[in-house]
């Protein structure tokens, strides 16, 4: 069956950096396309970044751009979102989604709090 195992959340000041990782496996990981989408308290979840089945192609939210780097390892079935410079409104799940034609999985989510 489908699983995910997402790690890397957490409690960081603003300004700091975190790497989140997703590890799949179910499926044929190394044909779908990845994203990171977010949610936060009461607003609706957003696509953070998304990458290509090859890896050669990624796109950003504007909220992110500059800041994050979706990258992916095939061999390992993991797909990782490097964030830096950390803000508050950055607080929310990360969930990693994996997309092919009309199929969908999600990822479990990892909790990322940023405060002071």
């Known amino acids: 069956q489908v699983q995910f195992v997402e790690s890397g959340g957490g409690l960081v000041q603003p300004g700091g950096s975190l790497r989140l990782s997703c590890a799949a496996s179910g499926f044929t990981f190394s044909t779908y396309v990845m994203s990171w989408y977010r949610q936060a308290p009461g607003k609706e979840r957003e696509r953070v970044a998304t990458i290509t089945s090859d890896g050669h192609t990624t796109t950003y939210a504007d909220s992110v751009k500059g800041r994050s780097t979706i990258s992916r390892d095939n061999a390992k079935n993991t797909v990782y979102l490097q964030m830096n410079s950390l803000k508050p409104e950055d607080t929310a799940v990360y969930y990693c989604?994996?997309?092919?034609?009309?199929?969908?999985?999600w990822g479990q989510g990892t909790q990322v709090t940023v405060s002071s």
């Open positions: 989604k994996a997309i092919w034609r009309t199929a969908f999985y």
